[in-house]
């Protein structure tokens, strides 16, 4: 989680991390903070990027209805 910083920068640039269209980056940083909330590590709420990034990708049709699950 230590390098959420940086991916929060990028995100405050851009739509997605690979630029404007999501990727697989944009994929694995989902599942790493997926995965982190419910086992306690902190994401900041200062990682406004990562927020505003978070709920766009969720709410992508290949996110929202592929599992069936909510992710917040």
Do not use: C, H
Not at 36 to 65: M, N, Q
């Amino acid at each position: 989680m230590a390098n959420l910083p940086y991916f929060d920068g990028i995100l405050r640039q851009q739509q997605f991390l690979a630029g404007d269209t999501y990727s697989l980056a944009d994929i694995t940083l989902f599942a790493a903070i997926t995965f982190a909330r419910p086992i306690g590590l902190p994401v900041s709420d200062e990682l406004t990027g990562i927020a505003a990034w978070f709920e766009r990708f969720s709410a992508l049709p290949a996110v929202k209805y592929l599992s069936g699950q909510s992710f917040r």
